[in-house]
Every structure is written in structure tokens, then in C-alpha cells.
């Protein structure tokens, strides 16, 4: 289990400060894209959901257990839980010179003359050869915040703290469909395993009869050789079902930051999982529901902070300063002789061989290059979505029409090993009948998974019912 260390209490102090004084006035960031009216795709008469906790809609309590096993002990998940702590001690560090900083300082120096008559720099003369000094005094220093670039040095470090957050909700929900994919990936592994076994026992129980009327001079090679042929075929096929089951479960377990030999996965049945349908609501809604978009805004919103730095930079700086204190020869005399030291300076770049310009032509290209970029994530949210939508639409019409298919090639099945029996069919036919059965048995499995994957993959495109903390 991994324990996850809280922040310190002076930073989170520093950042509560620093949220509450700047919470009105961040800027809101306008990527220029708009959003469709509605989905294409979306389904008829389902239900709006909204809900954090969207795996527990599939109905089993055993992917209910992993996924919280995955919240917990995932490495990726505490990786970036220690990436946000990171973030929030950049904000408060970046917020720290908007205000003065104060410094105490207490000295004591003992300088003795050695030989000679000493120097200007010395303290120490022939006639008083050792000087003792004591002193204690309280500085104050700070930059005024003419232009705005300490402002905007701490507006970039709390964005870059919500991209930190919602890129942490970002890994976790990533981590859960990959959890939910994968867990229903196995189980339907384990269940065309038991589909393959089953029917390699059925071509087996029908191969000793062919060999019995073979042996009877009522059958022929040929139909002996073919049915030793299908035999062989399904038995090739039941290791390759029997290797993606074993390399989900590899997966899986690491997913859940756990070796393979102590993950437990008991004998829920692949049927238990179910799917609801899940209502995606409006397009213009997504912006405020994937956690994705919220780390590319508040990341373009960080470089819009940086430009205003940038510029800041290029401009004179004013500091002011101030001292009190005390120094004198005994230390039972430092209180008798107090002072105070007043001090203002101003500062301006003249010439730095075009750096600073630089620095803020880069500042500009870095904000036009994740403006691009969230623009993209934008699109690719909707696309997410719609893709999604329309695999479920799709998935839901191949498993009607899949559905009669499996029932048609049962009933092909028993009506021809009938009729074979009775010496109106002949061996081919039924030959046929086995292979189409358990194609159609294999693919009703694969696309029941589908379908599980389709609705996993629209809850991580919708957000996951995500909600930012960091307003």
C-alpha cells in the first residue's frame, strides 16, 4: 500500500492564502472553438448520469473491489498525488514575493590585532589591539510590484497547480478504465476459453463416432480425416484464448501495482457484467467534465501568465528596504544604541544583447503553441465521445442480429448430426454446422466484450463524472 505524505502545514497555509487573494482575478481562457448543438450519435431515452463512482454501474461487486485496490495502491496514482504536492509548494513559492520578506540577524565577531599597526579595513589599532561587536537587527525588503510580473509569476504557479491536479485526475481515471477494460477482458478470455473446451469435447465425442462407423465400413476417410482436422483446429485455438487470458491478467495486476501470483479474481462469471445506458448530455458540457481539457486550459492559461512575466522583466524594477537595529562593544550594551536604515533603489535593463526580448518572444510562441494544442484536445474530446456513442449504436445492432445468428447455427447443428444419423445428410454438412456453431458462440462473446469496452470508453471520454476541487 502506498502512503502518500501530506503537505506540509505552511505550505498549505501559503496556498490557502494565495488561492483566496487571487481567486477573483485569475483570467478565463477562451480557445475560440465551438461546440456542437448535440451529439450525433447519442442514444434514445437514456438516462443523464453523473456519477463519480461509474464503474459501480456494471453491476459486480468484484470489479467494485479492484477498482478501489487500484485507487489505493496504483504507483502511477501516488506518482501523481506527489507531482500535485510539488505544484502547491510552486505556488506558494511563486507567491512569496508579493509580499515583504523580513529577516532577523544577531552577530558577534572578535577581532584581535596580532603585530603591526593595523589597516583601514581593521577595527583593531596598536593602541586597542582587540575589538569585540555585538549586533541584532530586523531587514525588510521588497520589489514593488509595478507592472504585474510578481502577479502573474504567482497566476502561472496556481494554473499550473490545477493542470497538476486535473492532470493527477487524468492518471486515475485512465487507471480505472484500464482496470474495468481489462477485468472484463479476462473474463470474457475465461469464458471463450470454456466455449473452446466445451466444443473440442464435442468434436472429440463426434470424431470417436465417426471412427466408430468408419470402423464399420459406414464411413469414409475422407470424413474421418475432416473431422481429425477440426479436432487438431480447435485445439490449436484453445492456447492462444488460454495466452490473452494470462496476459490480462498480467496486465490487470500490475494495473492494480501487484504481482501476478497474488491477484484473485474468483469465479464471477462474465455474464454478471452489465452495462447501463449512459446519457453523454450536451457537447458544451465536456469542457467542464474531462479533466484532460481543464490541465490543457489551465496550462495555456500559465503561459498567458508567462508573457505577462516576460514583459514585466523588460521594465524597470523598484525595491525598497528597510533595517533596525542595534550594535555595540559589550553585549549587555546592544540595546543602547539603536538605529534604523531606510534604502530605496530602481533598476533597468539598458542592454542584454536582445535576451530578455527573447525570453518574451518565447513566453508568446509557448502560449500560441498550447493554445493549438488545446484547441486539439477540444476536438479530439468531442471525437472521443462520438466515436464512443456511435461503437454503442453499432455493437447494439450486430448483437441483435448476432443473437439469431448463434440460435440459427444451433439449430443447423442438431438438425444436421440428426439427420446424419439417420443417413439423409452427409458428413460435410454437419462438418459445417460444428464450425459455424462455434464461430458464432466465439464472436457472441467477443462483442458482449465490445460492448462492455464501448460503454468504458464513453464514461473515460465524458470525464468519468470528474470534478475539479481547485476552483
Same mark, same amino acid.
Given at each position: 500500500?502506498?502512503?502518500?505524505?501530506?503537505?506540509?502545514?505552511?505550505?498549505?497555509?501559503?496556498?490557502?492564502?494565495?488561492?483566496?487573494?487571487?481567486?477573483?482575478?485569475?483570467?478565463?481562457?477562451?480557445?475560440?472553438?465551438?461546440?456542437?448543438?448535440?451529439?450525433?450519435?447519442?442514444?434514445?431515452?437514456?438516462?443523464?448520469?453523473?456519477?463519480?463512482?461509474?464503474?459501480?454501474?456494471?453491476?459486480?461487486?468484484?470489479?467494485?473491489?479492484?477498482?478501489?485496490?487500484?485507487?489505493?495502491?496504483?504507483?502511477?496514482?501516488?506518482?501523481?498525488?506527489?507531482?500535485?504536492?510539488?505544484?502547491?509548494?510552486?505556488?506558494?513559492?511563486?507567491?512569496?514575493?508579493?509580499?515583504?520578506?523580513?529577516?532577523?540577524?544577531?552577530?558577534?565577531?572578535?577581532?584581535?590585532?596580532?603585530?603591526?599597526?593595523?589597516?583601514?579595513?581593521?577595527?583593531?589599532?596598536?593602541?586597542?589591539?582587540?575589538?569585540?561587536?555585538?549586533?541584532?537587527?530586523?531587514?525588510?525588503?521588497?520589489? #514593488?510590484?509595478?507592472?504585474?510580473?510578481?502577479?502573474?509569476?504567482?497566476?502561472?504557479?496556481?494554473?499550473?497547480?490545477?493542470?497538476?491536479?486535473?492532470?493527477?485526475?487524468?492518471?486515475?481515471?485512465?487507471?480505472?478504465?484500464?482496470?474495468?477494460?481489462?477485468?472484463?477482458?479476462?473474463?470474457?478470455?475465461?469464458?471463450?476459453?470454456?466455449?473452446?473446451?466445451?466444443?473440442?469435447?464435442?468434436?472429440?465425442?463426434?470424431?470417436?463416432?465417426?471412427?466408430?462407423?468408419?470402423?464399420?465400413?459406414?464411413?469414409?476417410?475422407?470424413?474421418?480425416?475432416?473431422?481429425?482436422? !477440426?479436432?487438431?483446429?480447435?485445439?490449436?485455438?484453445?492456447?492462444?484464448?488460454?495466452?490473452?487470458?494470462?496476459?490480462?491478467?498480467?496486465?490487470?495486476?500490475?494495473?492494480?501495482?501487484?504481482?501476478?501470483?497474488?491477484?484473485? !479474481?474468483?469465479?464471477?462469471?462474465?455474464?454478471?457484467?452489465?452495462?447501463?445506458?449512459?446519457?453523454?448530455?450536451?457537447?458544451?458540457?465536456?469542457?467542464?467534465?474531462?479533466?484532460?481539457?481543464?490541465?490543457?486550459?489551465?496550462?495555456?492559461?500559465?503561459?498567458?501568465?508567462?508573457?505577462?512575466?516576460?514583459?514585466?522583466?523588460?521594465?524597470?524594477?523598484?525595491?525598497?528596504?528597510?533595517?533596525?537595529?542595534?550594535?555595540?562593544?559589550?553585549?549587555?550594551?546592544?540595546?543602547?544604541?539603536?538605529?534604523?536604515?531606510?534604502?530605496?533603489?530602481?533598476?533597468?535593463?539598458?542592454?542584454?544583447?536582445?535576451?530578455?526580448?527573447?525570453?518574451?518572444?518565447?513566453?508568446?510562441?509557448?502560449?500560441?503553441?498550447?493554445?493549438?494544442?488545446?484547441?486539439?484536445?477540444?476536438?479530439?474530446?468531442?471525437?472521443?465521445?462520438?466515436?464512443?456513442?456511435?461503437?454503442?449504436?453499432?455493437?447494439?445492432?450486430?448483437?441483435?442480429?448476432?443473437?439469431?445468428?448463434?440460435?440459427?447455427?444451433?439449430?443447423?447443428?442438431?438438425?444436421?448430426?440428426?439427420?446424419?444419423?439417420?443417413?439423409?445428410?452427409?458428413?460435410?454438412?454437419?462438418?459445417?454446422?460444428?464450425?459455424?456453431?462455434?464461430?458464432?458462440?466465439?464472436?457472441? #462473446?467477443? !462483442?458482449?466484450?465490445?460492448?462492455?469496452?464501448?460503454?468504458?470508453?464513453?464514461?473515460?471520454? !465524458?470525464?468519468?463524472?470528474?470534478?475539479?476541487?481547485?476552483?
Amino acid at each position: 500500500m502506498n502512503k502518500r505524505s501530506p503537505a506540509s502545514p505552511v505550505c498549505v497555509l501559503g496556498l490557502c492564502l494565495l488561492l483566496n487573494a487571487c481567486a477573483a482575478s485569475l483570467p478565463a481562457v477562451d480557445s475560440g472553438v465551438a461546440a456542437p448543438t448535440a451529439w450525433q450519435y447519442a442514444e434514445r431515452d437514456a438516462a443523464q448520469l453523473n456519477n463519480q463512482r461509474w464503474w459501480t454501474q456494471f453491476g459486480s461487486p468484484q470489479l467494485n473491489r479492484l477498482i478501489e485496490q487500484a485507487r489505493r495502491d496504483s504507483f502511477d496514482v501516488a506518482a501523481a498525488v506527489a507531482r500535485v504536492r510539488q505544484a502547491q509548494a510552486k505556488a506558494v513559492i511563486a507567491g512569496a514575493p508579493l509580499l515583504p520578506e523580513v529577516k532577523f540577524n544577531l552577530s558577534t565577531s572578535h577581532q584581535r590585532l596580532l603585530r603591526g599597526q593595523g589597516g583601514p579595513d581593521l577595527d583593531a589599532t596598536q593602541s586597542n589591539d582587540t575589538v569585540n561587536s555585538f549586533g541584532a537587527n530586523l531587514s525588510a525588503s521588497y520589489e #514593488v510590484d509595478f507592472w504585474g510580473g510578481r502577479a502573474a509569476a504567482r497566476d502561472s504557479a496556481l494554473h499550473s497547480l490545477r493542470a497538476s491536479a486535473s492532470d493527477q485526475a487524468t492518471v486515475e481515471l485512465t487507471l480505472l478504465s484500464n482496470v474495468a477494460d481489462r477485468y472484463a477482458q479476462t473474463l470474457a478470455a475465461r469464458q471463450r476459453e470454456q466455449i473452446a473446451e466445451l466444443n473440442l469435447a464435442n468434436a472429440r465425442n463426434v470424431l470417436e463416432l465417426v471412427q466408430t462407423r468408419y470402423d464399420a465400413g459406414s464411413a469414409t476417410a475422407l470424413e474421418l480425416a475432416q473431422q481429425q482436422s !477440426l479436432v487438431a483446429s480447435q485445439q490449436r485455438q484453445l492456447p492462444l484464448i488460454q495466452q490473452l487470458a494470462q496476459e490480462s491478467r498480467i496486465t490487470l495486476a500490475a494495473l492494480l501495482g501487484q504481482p501476478v501470483q497474488a491477484l484473485d !479474481l474468483g469465479t464471477e462469471p462474465f455474464q454478471a457484467l452489465t452495462w447501463p445506458r449512459i446519457g453523454p448530455g450536451v457537447p458544451s458540457q465536456l469542457l467542464s467534465r474531462r479533466p484532460d481539457l481543464a490541465k490543457a486550459e489551465a496550462e495555456l492559461a500559465a503561459a498567458q501568465a508567462d508573457v505577462r512575466v516576460a514583459r514585466a522583466a523588460m521594465l524597470p524594477a523598484v525595491t525598497l528596504g528597510a533595517t533596525f537595529g542595534s550594535d555595540a562593544g559589550k553585549a549587555v550594551e546592544i540595546l543602547r544604541s539603536p538605529y534604523y536604515t531606510l534604502t530605496g533603489g530602481l533598476v533597468a535593463p539598458i542592454f542584454n544583447n536582445g535576451r530578455l526580448t527573447a525570453e518574451r518572444d518565447k513566453a508568446r510562441a509557448r502560449q500560441d503553441e498550447l493554445l493549438q494544442t488545446y484547441r486539439g484536445a477540444i476536438i479530439n474530446g468531442f471525437a472521443d465521445v462520438e466515436k464512443a456513442l456511435s461503437n454503442i449504436t453499432r455493437l447494439d445492432q450486430q448483437r441483435q442480429w448476432q443473437t439469431q445468428e448463434l440460435q440459427a447455427a444451433q439449430n443447423a447443428l442438431r438438425i444436421a448430426e440428426s439427420r446424419y444419423q439417420a443417413g439423409a445428410e452427409d458428413w460435410l454438412s454437419v462438418l459445417d454446422s460444428q464450425r459455424t456453431l462455434y464461430t458464432a458462440q466465439d464472436l457472441n #462473446v467477443q !462483442l458482449r466484450l465490445s460492448r462492455l469496452q464501448a460503454s468504458i470508453a464513453l464514461y473515460k471520454a !465524458l470525464g468519468g463524472g470528474w470534478e475539479s476541487d481547485i476552483r
